[in-house]
């Protein structure tokens, strides 16, 4: 780091070193350190001598920021062992040693070839030893010394948090503290003043102070008002050396903000405002707006809104918008021209957050008039009741006049007003209007019992201006005239018991209203002869009882009655009808109870309803047809076509065994097997009896010689086709016949004509007929054999 001109102390301190160093030298110089010694005598042991320190050196310093052209003279190393001849050779070792400090190993001078800062290193620490030159033994222990870099004023105060920002209230007392700034100095605060700061302010004044020593900023002027001034750039400067002359500095910027405070009450920019609404204006809409302006900000600017007096008050209301601090205007009430053209209003505006240190700078609110004018507007006309209710008599002919409604036109005009229905309903369809008169007719018959009442909308609009069109509703009641006779509630089912009980009552309905028909009476017919066995009692409370004429009645004789009841109604005119009551006659048991009556009424007794009967009945029909359905399949089921075991034998033959051989005649007949002549004679089926003769089989006499298998075959199956006595067609018949005059020759022992046997074939003619064709063969055979 370098040196400013303005340090014109450094030579003095460097003078000082100087004087210090040859103090010590000289000091030093006068001290002697003897040379350790060793001596070797001949017959003795080496003897070995504590050594003791011969070093000679200053005190060692050296200046930061050295910029000379010659490397920096730091100090000299000597010890007792030099005498000057150049045989002791100093060596440095340690921190910087050969970069920054260099020492001369003959003299034993230190320099410094760099330019150190202190900030960054204060010190080194660094070894010297003295060995001799000859030998390179040392010639004393090695000793460790300290070089410190001596700090000049070289670094500038410095702000390491700003620039500042900060806020302080408006209309504070003066010293109010706002902040405290600290500086910091990196030179060396135990050394001289290069690091003892001072503080002063550069701008800001005369609004704010600082203090010299501790950087705290504070107010120096009474009541800094925020709506005069809000922000305030202030200039802190802060300087070493006390601040004397020479000494370094640094500055920073503390931007301040005044914060407000509710100081300003609300003010109306004028005390007379005009406003005009029309007359036509909505109920509850805005009409209009009003602010009082607060040179304040924030909270302190809020404010609310009131109707203090005035002749409107009732027709007008007042509230605060937030956002934007306004008075909305709405109306309360209708206007209407032609009754008030205009109102007054005094408003007033007040703070709602106030601040009792500032109360003496009040009131804070403020009041304003307003008058309102009201606009006249041509309006759609106005019916003289808000809604109507009309009546009229049911089954009335059409064009029958219900009422009338009546509108006029508000305006001072007065036009005429122009009547019509908005069929926008069906029931609109149902009446009619006199666009001049506004009387309201019947268009249809009404029937009260199906429809008591009808909503309708009536219009009314100005001839002059059609567009402006007003709506009213109009209910009409269509009122009940006696066209319904009188019926009974229900259909009852009078039961009496064998053993008679008293009578039972019965009640009638009327769909006419209660003033035509709430009062019944009940009597028998008199066009009727007299019933022998019941009688009615009217109770004159719209009800009838049911009397028997008799102790006992018989089920078995008779068990329903019929008994024709005449009901009539109150009404004007009255009506009547006549209804025929059912009384069955069932046993009881000795407390009254229904025991029977007929099947139903069984049934009923045992709690089965008709849906459980239905499901029960379906049940029984179901299984019904699960039986019938399982008897046809077994009827239907095909009975076997072979009945018999030697049926099966004789169609379908199975060798599992190798049999007993030739002489096994027991399995089976094999003599159709062996030649086509033994299949000659008829067999007949024996799972069927013959029903008509065989067809003769007449066949050309031939020689087995010249028999064919193949037409063999064909001749026994066109047989067969036409035999009704063969077996079934799904029988099995095999011919194992293989035929004559192989070249190769029978292997057979069955045909071996050619060859001498000593077998006696007599016996096949004792197998009978199945076997009577084999013993012909070899009975042939054997003449010709013998001859």
Not at 107 to 136: C, F, M, P, W
Not at 138 to 163: C, H, M, R, W, Y
Not at 217 to 227: C, F, G, Q, S
Not at 524 to 546: H, K, M, V
């Amino acid at each position: 780091m370098r040196i400013t001109s303005t340090s014109c102390i450094c030579p003095v301190l460097v003078c000082l070193c100087f004087v210090q160093r040859c103090y010590g030298a000289a000091h030093h110089g006068s001290i002697k350190v003897t040379r350790n010694q060793t001596k070797h005598i001949e017959g003795e042991t080496e003897v070995h001598h504590r050594p003791k320190r011969g070093w000679v050196w200053n005190q060692f310093f050296v200046l930061e920021e050295h910029m000379g052209p010659d490397p920096q003279y730091v100090g000299k190393l000597h010890s007792n062992s030099d005498k000057g001849d150049g045989s002791v050779k100093y060596i440095l070792t340690g921190e910087g040693a050969g970069t920054i400090f260099i020492i001369d190993d003959t003299t034993g001078d230190i320099h410094s070839t760099k330019s150190l800062d202190r900030e960054q290193k204060t010190h080194y620490v660094l070894h010297a030893q003295a060995i001799d030159r000859r030998t390179n033994k040392p010639l004393e222990p090695e000793s460790e010394f300290i070089i410190k870099v001596q700090d000049i004023n070289d670094n500038a105060p410095k702000f390491t948090d700003g620039p500042y920002i900060v806020t302080v209230p408006e209309m504070s007392e003066m010293g109010t503290s706002v902040l405290q700034v600290t500086a910091t100095d990196a030179d060396d605060p135990t050394y001289g003043n290069s690091a003892r700061v001072v503080y002063s302010i550069l701008q800001g004044q005369p609004y704010f102070s600082v203090d010299p020593k501790t950087g705290v900023i504070r107010t120096a002027l009474h009541n800094m008002d925020r709506e005069a001034r809000e922000h305030y750039s202030v200039v802190i400067q802060a300087k070493d050396m006390a601040g004397q002359v020479g000494g370094l500095s640094g500055s920073t910027t503390v931007n301040i903000t005044l914060t407000d405070v509710n100081d300003n009450p609300p003010r109306f920019p004028q005390k007379h405002y005009q406003l005009y609404v029309p007359e036509s204006a909505q109920v509850g809409s805005a009409v209009g707006k009003i602010k009082a302006n607060d040179a304040d900000t924030g909270s302190n600017a809020d404010m609310k809104y009131t109707i203090i007096n005035g002749n409107g008050s009732g027709v007008f209301s007042i509230t605060t918008d937030k956002e934007t601090r306004e008075g909305i205007l709405s109306l309360k009430k209708p206007l209407n021209y032609e009754k008030k053209k205009s109102y007054t209003l005094n408003i007033e505006g007040a703070n709602t957050h106030l601040d009792f240190r500032f109360s003496h700078l009040g009131p804070f609110k403020d009041v304003t008039m307003l008058k309102v004018i009201v606009g006249d507007v041509d309006e759609p006309p106005l019916f003289t009741m808000p809604f109507y209710v009309m009546e009229v008599y049911e089954n009335a002919k059409i064009g029958t006049p219900v009422g009338t409604v009546t509108a006029h036109d508000p305006d001072a005009a007065n036009s005429l007003v122009r009547y019509f229905i908005d069929h926008n309903t069906e029931e609109d369809r149902y009446f009619t209007i006199d666009a001049s008169t506004g009387t309201i007719k019947t268009a249809k018959i009404f029937d009260r019992e199906e429809t008591p009442w009808y909503n309708i909308t009536v219009a009314a609009s100005e001839i002059d201006n059609p567009g402006l069109v007003s709506h009213v509703p109009v209910g009409v009641r269509i009122l009940d005239v006696n066209d319904n006779p009188p019926e009974l509630a229900r259909d009852y089912d009078v039961v009496i018991c064998e053993n008679t009980k008293p009578g039972q009552t019965i009640t009638a309905t009327d769909k006419d209203d209660s003033a035509n028909g709430a009062r019944f009476h009940f009597s028998l017919d008199e066009g009727l002869s007299l019933n022998p066995n019941f009688t009615l009692r009217n109770n004159e409370d719209n009800t009838a009882s049911i009397l028997t004429k008799r102790r006992r009645y018989s089920r078995t004789s008779q068990d329903i009655y019929y008994l024709p009841v005449l009901i009539s109604d109150g009404g004007m005119p009255p009506l009547s009808s006549s209804s025929t009551l059912t009384i069955r006659v069932c046993a009881c048991e000795r407390d009254g109870r229904v025991r029977t009556c007929h099947a139903e009424a069984l049934l009923s007794s045992a709690g089965l309803s008709t849906g459980a009967l239905i499901a029960i009945l379906l049940c029984i029909v179901i299984l019904l047809a699960i039986v019938v359905l399982f008897i046809t399949l077994r009827r239907s089921k095909k009975e076997p076509l072979i009945i018999s075991e030697e049926d099966v034998r004789e169609n379908v033959v199975a060798y599992d065994d190798e049999g007993g051989g030739e002489e096994d005649t027991e399995a089976f007949d094999i003599t159709a097997l062996r030649n086509p002549s033994a299949a000659e004679e008829l067999k007949y089926r024996r799972d069927v009896h013959p029903e008509v003769k065989p067809l003769s089989r007449h066949h050309p006499s031939s020689s087995l010689d010249s028999i064919d298998v193949q037409e063999f075959l064909n001749q026994r199956l066109a047989e067969a086709d036409l035999d009704p006595s063969v077996p079934p067609y799904d029988s099995l018949q095999t011919y194992a016949y293989e035929g004559h005059r192989s070249e190769g020759g029978s292997i057979s022992s069955l045909d071996s004509a050619t060859t001498h046997s000593d077998q006696d074939y007599n016996y096949l003619g004792d197998w009978g007929p199945e076997f009577k064709k084999l013993a012909e063969l070899y009975g042939e055979v054997e003449p010709e054999r013998t001859t």
